[in-house]
Each structure stands twice: as structure tokens, then as C-alpha cells.
């Protein structure tokens, strides 16, 4: 699930889905930038089923939280280097 253990790239919080596999917030380094990032895994499935990254990527922007709602929308909250929030829903 990418650099495990590292304080930026996380992953920062995992949240289980209805359609049987984890959702898990983190970020990736991208060229010079951090960037906001949604992965879902299916179990002894070790390349993820999908992967959310938000088209600007301009600066830091780490996921910290994921939320799984009761028909597969996935929302997930993190912040940006300047401090504000990053929110994004995917799916449902």
C-alpha cells in the first residue's frame, strides 16, 4: 500500500466498504508535489482495485480521513500545505 510507516505518505486511515474491500487515505509524492490520494484493496489482491488522485496538484495535499457511506460513496478529508481543507467524494 505504498511507503508504510512514513509520516506524510501515510497510510493515515482505513475504512472497509460494502463492496468487500478497504478504502485507505495516504498521500503520494508526484514530481515536486505531495498529493492527495484515495486507494481501494481487495483482500490478497496486492494492486489496488482503484486509485483517487485530484486533477490539481499543485503543492502539499494529504488524505488523512476515509469514510465508506451504506451505498459506496467514498469521502475522504485531508489538508494542503496552507492549511485548508481537501474534501472529495468518489464513487457511490
Same mark, same amino acid.
Given at each position: 500500500m *505504498? @511507503? !508504510?510507516g512514513? +509520516? $506524510?505518505f *501515510?497510510?493515515?486511515d482505513? +475504512? $472497509?466498504s @460494502?463492496? *468487500? #474491500?478497504? &478504502?485507505?487515505a495516504l498521500a503520494e509524492l508526484q514530481g515536486q508535489s505531495i498529493v492527495f490520494k484515495v486507494q481501494a484493496f481487495a483482500p490478497n489482491? #496486492?494492486?489496488p482495485l482503484w486509485t483517487f488522485i485530484p486533477g490539481d496538484k499543485q503543492g502539499v495535499q494529504? +488524505? !488523512?480521513? &476515509?469514510?465508506v457511506g451504506? !451505498? *459506496?460513496e467514498v469521502y475522504a478529508g485531508g489538508i494542503s500545505a496552507t492549511s485548508h481543507s481537501v474534501f472529495a467524494v468518489c464513487g457511490g
Amino acid at each position: 500500500m *505504498g @511507503p !508504510l510507516g512514513s +509520516a $506524510w505518505f *501515510g497510510p493515515h486511515d482505513i +475504512a $472497509w466498504s @460494502p463492496a *468487500g #474491500y478497504a &478504502v485507505v487515505a495516504l498521500a503520494e509524492l508526484q514530481g515536486q508535489s505531495i498529493v492527495f490520494k484515495v486507494q481501494a484493496f481487495a483482500p490478497n489482491i #496486492y494492486a489496488p482495485l482503484w486509485t483517487f488522485i485530484p486533477g490539481d496538484k499543485q503543492g502539499v495535499q494529504i +488524505a !488523512l480521513a &476515509v469514510a465508506v457511506g451504506p !451505498l *459506496g460513496e467514498v469521502y475522504a478529508g485531508g489538508i494542503s500545505a496552507t492549511s485548508h481543507s481537501v474534501f472529495a467524494v468518489c464513487g457511490g
